[in-house]
């Protein structure tokens, strides 16, 4: 089944891969974005301005002739200069009040954007599914994890579904944060001191995201619940490095130095977080999604590889 779909946040990191995709699809997709001029042409997209989500928004109009919607638009990552109030103003209120129109504009089924940061800080003891409780350590996890139940509760006795998905750390062209900072390293030609950086993370592309977004706009098995989302094939900062270069067509060009040195730089810099990323395990199990039939298209391994191969020679 396909119809037309509202995506909102249609001009950022994800947005910009999904609205493509689905319009590929089958899809009509109605592109929201603050910045329209950023959002991917096509012959079934259609591009609409959003206004800030901390405002009282309108969504009647939005949801006008749409039979979904993929609510993307968010605060995306966590800064401790944003006021936790400005996070659950966007990450959460916004949701509530996009899933009461929705119900009352009749739309079938919301799929609503998460993180495994709902569920999770940057690192976890053991490998973590949905029954396990929701932990997360920072505004954005917590506002997240809030706009997941504000849903669900807004949801509960209508006939609009919702499904909420929790990716774990992302890559893909326009990536920012950390893996942004590992792309950059594999493409210098020096080796790298990360061979004793040894937390492994589950991974997720953006074209297994896609995927798991189409299934679960249409899948009745996926309906009213919360999924993790990863690619299999959990992955260490070195391997990482070497899928990239491997993409590249380089060698993994990865060497070990003791960890303590780097350890001392890093929180004297204040990016123990970023440590504790680079050093714990991040781990998920993808089992429930997959039971509703869905299936990661490649590894993370192989995405990484694929990546870096389709990009070794950006245009200008």
């Known amino acids: 089944m396909t119809g037309t779909v509202l995506v909102t946040g249609a001009s950022g990191f994800v947005g910009r891969y999904l609205v493509p995709y689905l319009a590929g699809a089958g899809w009509r997709v109605r592109a929201a974005a603050r910045n329209i001029g950023a959002v ?6 259609s ?10 928004l309108d969504w009647r109009p939005l949801l006008a002739g749409v039979s979904h919607v993929v609510h993307l638009a968010a605060i995306a990552h966590a800064a401790e200069h944003i006021p936790e109030r400005a996070y659950q103003d966007v990450n959460a209120a916004a949701v509530r009040r996009l899933a009461a129109a929705a119900r009352d504009a009749g739309i079938r089924r919301v799929v609503f954007m998460s993180s495994v940061r709902a569920q999770s800080g940057p690192s976890a003891v053991s490998v973590l599914d949905e029954r396990a409780p929701p932990l ?3 505004a954005y ?28 750390l992302l890559y893909g062209p326009g990536v920012r944060g950390n893996m942004r900072t590992l792309e950059r390293l594999a493409r210098q030609p020096l080796p790298l001191p990360l061979g004793a950086l040894t937390g492994r993370r ?5 074209t297994s995201l896609a995927s798991a977004v ?11 619940a919360t999924f993790l989302v990863a690619e299999p094939g959990p992955l260490t900062p070195p391997q990482i490095v070497a899928a990239l270069r491997r993409g590249l067509g380089r060698s993994a060009g990865v060497f070990t130095i003791p960890l303590g040195p780097l350890r001392t730089i ?4 204040g990016r123990s977080t970023t440590w504790e990323r680079l050093t714990g395990d991040l781990l998920v199990d993808t089992s429930a999604l997959e039971r509703t039939g869905w299936r990661p298209l490649q590894t993370a391994e192989e995405g990484l590889v694929v990546w870096m191969r389709e990009g070794r020679n950006p245009q200008p």
């Open 40 to 45: 991917p042409a096509g012959e079934d997209i």
């Open 47 to 56: 591009p609409v301005a959003i206004p800030d989500l901390a405002s009282s």
């Open 136 to 138: 997360p350590a920072d």
């Open 141 to 168: 996890g917590r506002t997240k994890l809030l706009g997941e139940q504000w849903l669900a509760e807004t949801l509960a006795h209508s006939a609009t579904d919702w499904v909420v998905l929790r990716p774990v």
């Open 202 to 206: 589950s991974l997720l592309g953006l």
């Open 214 to 224: 189409f299934h679960a706009l249409d899948s009745p098995a996926a309906a009213r």
């Open 266 to 269: 890093m929180r004297l810099t």
